[in-house]
């Protein structure tokens, strides 16, 4: 079905048309066929017809999928520079709950990188637009990244404070989509059990969303509830 769509657009002439058609043929050669080298010339063609029509808006989801792409070939750094690229273009246009999955990107990639200092700032302002947009999944996300850059800086009571709260959140409901990554997260961030760390995840399931939320906006070191 795509694939007539795209030929109509591309008798028409309408580069945004076709940009759209591409943006979904490569997402979909990506995460189905995960076919990376296909995805991105998919990606790319994409990317051009954006910038014909003066799409930033689709020119940052595409340079975004580009990132996934760059990422799912173990090119972390070149991934990070599409990501922060994505991200600027998404917050020109207002694109703000693409921002928010960029921002999301950009901590993970710089964590991968060892560089967790410099995902403190992009973590924080991750969360600030999850919360200020309302996204529940994304304020979930927002929690378990701060836990992870807490785990990384050896504050694994402050780790497993906050991922007590993520617990606490899912018995309130299903989050989506996070359900098929949790355990991924939990060994990434070193989720274990112990007396020590059992009081923290405790203490966490005890906060409120809102209150995890602004917690994990304190300082490292400030004190928790």
């Known amino acids: 079905m795509n694939e007539r769509s795209l030929a109509i657009f591309r008798e028409l002439g309408d580069d945004e048309g076709i940009g759209v058609l591409l943006h979904r043929l490569g997402i979909s050669t990506l995460s189905v066929r995960e076919d990376t080298a296909a995805a991105r010339e998919l990606l790319e063609e994409s990317r051009e017809h ?8 689709g020119e940052s989801g595409v340079v975004g999928a580009l990132g996934y792409v760059a990422r799912d070939e173990g090119d972390i750094e070149g991934a990070l520079e599409l990501f922060t690229r994505g991200a600027e273009l998404a917050a020109e246009t207002g694109f703000v709950w693409w921002e928010i999955g960029m921002l999301a990107a950009i901590v993970e990639s710089l964590i991968e990188l060892d560089r967790v200092d410099e995902a403190v700032a992009p973590a924080r302002r991750h969360l600030e637009l999850s919360r200020e947009i309302g996204d529940r999944q994304q304020e979930v996300i927002a929690l378990v990244l701060h836990a992870w850059i807490a785990g ?8 497993h404070r906050l991922w007590g709260a993520v617990e ?3 018995r309130r409901g299903t989050v989506g989509q996070w359900e098929l990554e949790r355990e991924k997260y939990a060994a990434k961030i070193g989720i274990r059990s112990g007396d020590e760390p059992d009081h923290a995840r405790m203490r966490g399931r005890g906060l409120s969303l809102q209150a995890a939320m602004e917690e994990a906006l304190r300082p490292a070191g400030a004190g928790g509830p």
């Open 50 to 57: 954006y910038r014909r029509a003066g799409s930033n808006s």
């Open 152 to 159: 990384r800086h050896g504050d694994l009571e402050r780790a």
């Open 168 to 170: 606490g959140e899912e």
